[in-house]
């Protein structure tokens, strides 16, 4: 028997809603709300296809080259993307989670950012999924346990679906006032109003779109929470939240994903893609401070 490629499988259950989070970049590999699957299953084979679900830390999206510069010095990432010689979705992506704690209904799994090529830092990551009435909730705590301060940008990389309905017959809605532009190697080159083609304030059918687009100037209600919704033609609904703290969510579809043939991503992230070159919404986590952040998923019928 073969070793499972994303690792240890946690199991959250409670009366009507269960998870599924892979050992291997803490990812969120199922979830059950009243009998109906939210997240896209792929086979038990393979590793986590597309970034499926796992915790971007300490940036997320890319890095032009993996060069930024900080405090003073000149850093050099490793190449994670070598078809477009950049720095990729951040350093535990591939990285075996450790349990801290677990009951039936809630989990806490820990991994830290070492000191290493490129990041001569170090953070004490958590990550707490806690099951709730209608879906999942998600903390993440970031801790600076190094001797300096460290650029830090979290992002999540969850893909959502609403079980027995084609995925493109779903319709996106997302209430971002400002997209990015990219070049031919996705990384941003400008910040334009939402237009044709990229406007999901009014509600999109995904079949009828071709999305890799960051957003930010959302819509957020008292508790400073954007929401982004998938609706099925019965009305079914699943809405993915964000925190204050998450400024910005990329929204993307794929046809690349094992099993289905298409998929959307709706990804939370506190700083857009290249953070750590431009210092657009780039934290600066001094030493003994925690970044915390949440967001969570909610389906009604």
Not at 26 to 31: D, V
Not at 86 to 104: C, D, K, V, W
Not at 124 to 139: K, N, P, S
């Amino acid at each position: 028997m073969t070793a499972d490629p994303t690792g240890h499988r946690f199991v959250l259950r409670s009366a009507n809603v269960s998870a599924e989070i892979a050992q291997v970049g803490a990812a969120l590999r199922a979830l059950t709300v009243d009998g109906v699957d939210l997240v896209p299953r792929y086979p038990d084979d393979v590793p986590t296809p597309a970034a499926s679900g796992v915790v971007l830390v300490p940036w997320p999206n890319r890095i032009r080259d993996g060069r930024y510069r900080f405090d003073g010095a000149d850093l050099q990432l490793a190449i994670s993307e070598p078809k477009f010689g950049n720095a990729s979705h951040g350093l535990l992506r591939f990285a075996a989670y450790q349990p801290i704690e677990q009951t039936e209904e809630r989990l806490v799994l820990g991994a830290d950012v070492v000191p290493q090529t490129g990041y001569p830092f170090h953070l004490r990551t958590r990550v707490t999924f806690t099951l709730q009435a209608d879906g999942l909730h998600v903390a993440h705590d970031i801790e600076n346990v190094g001797a300096s301060t460290a650029p830090v940008a979290l992002g999540v990389h969850p893909y959502l679906q609403i079980g027995g309905v084609d995925t493109a017959d779903l319709v996106v809605h997302s209430s971002g006032t400002t997209t990015l532009v990219l070049d031919d190697r996705n990384i941003p080159v400008d910040e334009v109003p939402v237009g044709a083609g990229t406007d999901l304030r009014d509600g999109v059918r995904l079949g009828d779109a071709a999305l890799d687009n960051g957003y930010r100037g959302m819509e957020r209600d008292a508790e400073g929470r954007a929401r982004h919704t998938l609706t099925a033609p019965d009305g079914a609904r699943v809405e993915l939240w964000q925190d204050e703290g998450f400024r910005w969510a990329q929204v993307f579809t794929t046809d690349r994903y094992p099993g289905h043939p298409l998929a959307v991503a709706i990804e939370p992230m506190t700083a857009p893609a290249n953070a750590f070159a431009t210092g657009d919404d780039l934290e600066h986590l001094e030493c003994g401070g925690i970044l915390h952040r949440e967001w969570g998923v909610r389906f009604t019928a």
